[in-house]
Nanobody, 115 residues
Framework: QVQVMESGGGLVQPGGSLRLSCAASGSIFSINAMSWYRQAAGKQRTLVAR???????SYEDSVKGRFTISRDYTKTLTYLQMNSLKPEDTAVYYCSARTHDQDYWGQGTQVTVSS
């Protein structure tokens, strides 16, 4: 079993920055990838960024060059640094831990980009 919890959301003006954090606990050793997803009102949840245990990183096209996913050396914390935020980045952001047979989800944290 793995538990994940997000933090760091909030209200930011266009062009601003936020850093989201995801704390994982439980069977950390079983995690082979950590991901950030987002879900805007009335839309489907989509993948924003993923970091694998191999070190491979991938991003959704609209956030490339603006968002950075990283993980600390203990692999208990995963971050999403979000720069040059746009109103269309407004969404609930979810952290997900992937093991060989299951995805574990946090409750989400709201990010609102508005002037």
């Amino acid at each position: 079993q793995v538990q994940v919890m997000e933090s760091g959301g909030g209200l930011v003006q266009p062009g601003g920055s936020l850093r989201l954090s995801c704390a994982a606990s439980g069977s950390i050793f079983s995690i082979n990838a950590m991901s950030w997803y987002r879900q805007a009102a009335g839309k489907q949840r989509t993948l924003v960024a993923r970091i694998r245990d191999t070190g491979a990183i991938s991003y959704e096209d609209s956030v490339k060059g603006r968002f950075t996913i990283s993980r600390d050396y203990t692999k208990t914390l995963t971050y999403l640094q979000m720069n040059s935020l746009k109103p269309e980045d407004t969404a609930v952001y979810y952290c997900s831990a992937r093991t060989h047979d299951q995805d574990y989800w946090g409750q989400g944290t709201q990010v609102t980009v508005s002037s």
